[in-house]
Nanobody, 127 residues
Framework: QVQLVESGGGLVQAGGSLRVSCVAS????????MGWFRQAPGKEREFVAA????????YYADSVKGRFTSSRDNAKNTVYLRMNSLKPEDTAVYYCAASMATWSTVVTGNPRLYDYWGQGTQVTVSS
């Protein structure tokens, strides 16, 4: 069992930066690939990024590639999403999720492949 808690969301102006964190409970955190998703009002949940169990591999949605970076610190049971050059269309609730699926399937961004989810943190980008 893994419990995930996100933090670090907030209000930022367009062009600004923000880092959201996700802390996991349990001793098996390093076995999971981690994903980031977001959901804007009235829209479906959208895949944002994934990071492998070791942190050695990352994958990003085209909409955030070059602007967002995910990293993890397994010693702290924490995964991060650094968001730069934020745009109003990045406004959403951001969720972290943990998956035991293989990397090749994790990067498909299918939320059904993720076993555990955090409660989300709101990111609002003003124009």
């Amino acid at each position: 069992q893994v419990q995930l808690v996100e933090s670090g969301g907030g209000l930022v102006q367009a062009g600004g930066s923000l880092r959201v964190s996700c802390v996991a409970s349990g001793r098996t955190f390093s076995r999971y690939a981690m994903g980031w998703f977001r959901q804007a009002p009235g829209k479906e949940r959208e895949f944002v990024a994934a990071i492998s169990w070791s942190g050695g591999m990352t994958y990003y949605a085209d909409s955030v590639k070059g602007r967002f970076t995910s990293s993890r610190d397994n010693a702290k049971n924490t995964v991060y999403l650094r968001m730069n050059s934020l745009k109003p269309e990045d406004t959403a609730v951001y969720y972290c999720a943990a998956s035991m699926a293989t990397w090749s399937t994790v990067v498909t961004g299918n939320p059904r492949l993720y076993d555990y989810w955090g409660q989300g943190t709101q990111v609002t980008v003003s124009s």
